[in-house]
């Protein structure tokens, strides 16, 4: 096994440079620019300093919807929640969207407590959209903050998101996400540790380059203007990317409020985990080159630049950089034989230290964030999980490609997608 390690090692440095591009191509094209920006990014998150403090009392009144389905166990945390925040609402709406168990009766007891000010219920599921788009029907706020029943928030929450609305520009914000039952087991313990880097360093990239094109469906901030503008939330799945493009669309900003923090609980076993993600990935090339192909198809005279820019990176980093693994998997192997293994080997050491830095990047940006339990499954993280992902969202792009599998995803009632075919 040893002499076998260090043939490999030996094998490789033995490559001049253009071969070892040649042999690790894949990772040079479609990862190492990914992880570069990320360094860049935390180093602005270490230099940037708020220079003064927003005027948030000018931006009127903040409402909150909460639309949940068969959310009688979270209902009452996720609203206790907010009434503990720094700067609590002045108004929050309940819509329960066709549960069938306690919800409807325990959002009412609430009501009767004064800890929210309207409950409004269907007796048939309509999905999340419609609900929310029930419940804007019976705000009043300036601002209304989408948040996700089973969510609890850091004190600041809110007021770090209303910060982000001081310009009026602004239309949509996302909040920094944290998992919080990270210590459950070895898997959600790696979904803490990728959305530290996807989320918490990831959209604070996409931010700094005005292409945040996803504000979270778990905890964001819509300005009432640009939301109805944008016609509320579209039915189906993705409804937090599909309002936020529609969002750009009109000419909104949209900001990523790194202070605002999230706290969700993530998928405990494999399957609902798999399922969650198959959903996310189909969801998105849904939208992103059916629904709104327009903002990639350079003969569109609706083509803008910086939306085409976003989903260009999408298009590049993530679709094409999946479909093609496999006939990279395949011509390493033909070209190279038994060494091919060595190469793969070689890609994934780079692959781990380029994690470990992005992390301790992502740590340390983050102040609130306590990475210290994470770090001994670093290792496990970029071995075992990430290619994991990768895996997933080859099998979801070429299932929403070829059989427009996101048509027939039972998170959304199946009339509502017989209205969208």
């Known amino acids: 096994m040893w002499e076998e390690i260090q043939d490999g090692y030996y094998y490789l440095i033995s490559q001049s440079y253009t071969t070892l591009f040649l042999m690790l191509w894949v990772v040079v094209i479609f990862e190492i620019p990914r992880y570069l920006f990320s360094f860049f990014t935390a180093l602005v998150f270490f230099t940037s300093k708020l220079e003064f403090e927003p005027d948030i009392v000018s931006l009127g009144k903040v409402s909150v919807i909460i639309a949940g389905h068969n959310e009688e166990e979270s209902i009452e945390q996720c609203v206790l929640s907010l009434w503990e925040q720094s700067r609590p609402p002045d108004e929050i709406i309940v819509v ?19 800890l929210i000010h309207g409950v409004h219920s269907t007796e048939l599921r309509g999905g999340k959209s419609s609900a929310l788009n029930l419940g804007l029907r019976f705000t009043s706020g300036d601002i209304i903050l989408n948040v996700d029943c089973d969510c609890s928030f850091d004190y600041n929450a809110i007021k770090r998101m209303l910060e982000q609305f001081d310009n009026p520009m602004v ?17 959600t313990t790696f979904q803490a540790i990728e959305y530290m880097i996807a989320i918490s360093l990831g959209k604070h990239a996409l931010t700094m380059l005005e292409q945040m094109s996803c504000a979270s469906g778990a905890f964001s901030g819509f300005r009432r203007e640009a939301l109805i503008q944008a016609g509320g939330f579209d039915s189906g799945g993705g409804e937090d990317l599909d309002v936020t493009l529609r969002i750009r669309h009109y000419g909104w900003k949209v900001e990523y409020a790194a202070e605002s923090i999230c706290y969700t609980d993530v998928p405990t076993n494999l399957g609902a985990l798999i399922r969650q993600r198959f959903r996310w ?8 080159f059916r629904k709104y192909r327009h903002f990639i198809n350079p003969f569109e005279q609706r083509l803008k630049f910086r939306e085409f820019f ?8 993530n679709v094409i950089a ?8 395949a011509w390493l192997f033909y070209h ?14 780079v692959l781990i230290i380029l994690d470990i830095i992005t992390f301790t990047l992502s740590a340390l940006a983050v102040k609130k964030f306590k990475p210290a339990p994470l770090w001994p499954y670093l290792l496990g993280y970029s071995i075992f999980y990430v290619n994991l992902m990768r895996i997933v969202r080859l099998y979801s792009y070429i299932q929403e490609w070829v059989f427009k599998s996101s048509y027939y995803d039972t998170y959304a009632p199946s009339k509502v997608h017989r209205v969208r075919e």
């Open 96 to 114: 329960n969207d066709g549960s069938t168990d306690g919800m409807r009766q325990k959002a009412c007891a609430l009501l009767k407590q004064g």
């Open 171 to 187: 239309g949509a914000a996302s909040s920094n996400i944290f998992v919080r039952n990270w210590d459950t087991n070895l898997l």
């Open 281 to 288: 990935e189909r969801d998105a090339v849904r939208l992103r």
């Open 310 to 317: 976003h989903q260009f990176e999408f298009l590049l980093f």
């Open 322 to 329: 999946i479909l093609v693994l496999p006939f990279y998997l």
């Open 336 to 349: 190279y034989g038994v060494n091919g293994w060595f190469i793969l080997i070689g890609a994934q050491i």
